[in-house]
């Protein structure tokens, strides 16, 4: 029963790890790869990854009778829109920033989660969510007033891509009822792997350099390297742990392992990358992250 209980906090673990060092993944193939392409690749992979598993019967994937509609919405926040604007936020902002801003998301949860699923904060979980919000008006208002404008286009970017992904939690907690996790899984990652592809086509049809973006991946072994992990580790493995969890915890504790991987991503990006932080991210980090862990060692459990 204790091991049945930990399941979903071994699969937020699990999931925490794998996302955090998927910033860093992503800006390696950033380096020679349209955001569009590599999200096509991405989850291109992770979707035949799931067909084959479901040809030899390992998986299983059912959604007959089932809210087709429901799944398909909370698709479309995440991947759809979610890595859109993440991906491209990743081109002018560091993996370590991207990582604090990130860690936003469980207040967006909450907050999501009273409007859609009618859950409740705590007056103190409410303190705790004023924090958080300094913390990101912190972070942006001083990246607009340092003058650094490439900076502040990718903190609104990663901003958009956060709210998408909040939608995306609560409404995977609600269809839950309806579907297992790797059916929400398989349905996100398909309809990314067409979404994608279909919009770095176009953009290649209109560069008119189609094929060679598509080539590009098999130019560069670091490219490679970013492509194979954020298929088959960053999209079908940390995508089921993420559903599995979100089947198990309230939208808001489950979004407490955001925080994780944003410490992940914020020591990846200054041991590996050599990133540096200004003393506005660093204040801003702080507040949100002091917010984030205090609205969810406050809240309830089911």
């Known amino acids: 029963m204790k091991t049945k209980k930990a399941l979903p906090y071994i699969a937020g673990l699990a999931m925490a790890m794998i ?74 902002i560091s993996t370590s920033q991207a990582g604090i801003m990130v860690s936003i998301m469980p207040i967006f949860v909450m907050i999501f989660g009273i409007l859609i699923l009618r859950e409740h904060p705590t007056t103190i979980q409410k303190l705790f969510i004023a924090s958080s919000v300094a913390g990101v008006l912190i972070t942006v208002v001083f990246a607009k007033s340092s003058g650094k404008n490439d900076n502040f286009t990718g903190l609104i970017l990663i901003l958009i891509s956060i709210v998408s992904g909040s939608i995306h939690n609560v409404l995977s907690r609600k269809y839950s009822k309806y579907f297992t996790p790797i059916e929400i899984t398989f349905s996100m990652i398909c309809l990314g792997a067409v979404f994608f592809n279909f919009i770095g086509v176009i953009q290649g049809v209109i560069a008119g350099n189609l094929l060679k973006s598509y080539i590009a991946p098999f130019t ?45 991503s914020i020591i990846a990006g200054v041991a590996i990358m050599r990133e540096k932080l200004c003393w506005y991210q660093i204040a801003g980090g702080i507040l949100i992250i002091i917010g984030v862990l205090g609205t969810n060692f406050y809240g309830t459990d089911i």
């Not at 992990?229 to 955001?258: D, E, H, Q, R, W």
């Open 19 to 92: 996302f955090g060092l998927s910033f860093l993944f992503s800006k390696q193939g950033l380096e020679s790869l349209t955001p569009m392409v590599l999200l096509g690749y991405r989850f291109g992979i992770a979707a035949l990854v799931l067909t084959v598993l479901q040809l030899f019967k390992v998986i299983k994937v059912d959604f007959k009778g089932k809210p087709i509609k429901g799944v398909v919405a909370l698709s479309v926040f995440y991947p759809a829109i979610a890595f859109s604007f993440e991906t491209t936020g990743l081109k002018f």
């Open 220 to 264: 560069s072994a670091s490219a490679m390297g970013a492509v194979a992990y954020l298929g088959v580790f960053a999209s079908v493995i940390a995508f089921f742990c993420m559903n599995f969890m979100l089947s198990k915890l309230l939208a808001v504790n489950a979004a407490v392992f955001t925080n994780l991987a944003t410490v992940i």
